[in-house]
């Protein structure tokens, strides 16, 4: 079983900037590729970003593409996503996940283990 609990989401004006946190309690960190999705309201949850277990591969979304960055400091058994040029279709709950599998949450699929989400607002 792994644990995750989100944090440093809030609300932010366009052109700004967030940095995400997920800390992950439980398991072996390394183990787990992580990743962050987002779900903004009445659109279904759409894959974000995410980091292989070894620091080595990293993906995005189209849209995000030049403006966040993944990245995951296993030491301290936590992921991040570093968010610049934020844009009001950005707008969304913020979710951390992990999976044993990278290719999982590449494809968009669901991860073996969820956060409780962070609320992430970008106004225009």
């Known amino acids: 079983q792994v644990q995750l609990v989100e944090a440093g989401g809030g609300l932010v004006q366009a052109g700004g900037s967030l940095r995400l946190s997920c800390t992950a309690s439980g398991d072996t960190f390394r183990r787990y590729a992580m990743g962050w999705f987002r779900q903004a309201p009445g659109k279904e949850r759409e894959h974000v970003a995410a980091?292989?277990?070894?620091?080595?591969?990293?993906y995005y979304t189209d849209s995000v593409k030049g403006r966040f960055t993944i990245s995951r400091d296993n030491a301290k058994s936590s992921v991040y996503l570093q968010m610049n040029s934020l844009k009001p279709e950005d707008t969304a709950v913020y979710y951390c996940?992990?999976?044993?599998?990278?290719?999982?949450?590449?494809?968009?699929?669901?991860?073996?283990?969820w956060g409780q989400g962070t609320q992430v607002t970008v106004s225009s």
């Open positions: 996940t992990a999976d044993t599998f990278l290719n999982t949450l590449v494809a968009g699929r669901r991860g073996d283990y």
């Open positions: 980091i292989s277990g070894g620091v080595v591969n990293t």
